[in-house]
């Protein structure tokens, strides 16, 4: 089992940067894939990136392509998701996620959750 923790997330002008950190704990967080999900008042939980357990692999969003990173550091247990030229459609409670299912992007298929982390982008 893994607990999850989000931090960094606050108001932002447009344009700006942020960067989340999501911490594990356990002694297993490097068998877990670990992924980041958004979801905004009124909507669906939506997928935003995804990482490996070693971190080689790496998947996005389109809407977040060439905007967002995704990384990890598994000796702190930690995944961090930076934003970069953040928009406010970006605005949304963001969630991390960890899973030892097959590589996916499905909400319903992530074991563990965070309780999120607000980003608010002003324009």
């Known amino acids: 089992q893994v607990q999850l923790v989000e931090s960094g997330g606050g108001l932002v002008q447009a344009g700006g940067s942020l960067r989340l950190s999501c911490a594990a704990s356990?002694?297993?967080?490097?068998?877990?894939?670990m992924g980041w999900f958004r979801q905004a008042p009124g909507k669906e939980r939506d997928f935003v990136a995804a990482i490996s357990w070693s971190g080689g692999t790496t998947t996005f969003a389109d809407s977040v392509k060439g905007r967002f990173t995704i990384s990890r550091d598994n000796v702190k247990n930690t995944v961090y998701l930076q934003m970069n030229s953040l928009k406010p459609e970006d605005t949304a409670l963001y969630y991390c996620?960890?899973?030892?299912?097959?590589?996916?992007?499905?909400?319903?298929?992530?074991?563990?959750w965070g309780q999120g982390t607000q980003v608010t982008v002003s324009s």
């Open positions: 996620a960890a899973t030892r299912t097959a590589w996916t992007k499905d909400p319903k298929l992530y074991n563990y």
């Open positions: 356990g002694r297993t967080f490097n068998s877990y894939l």
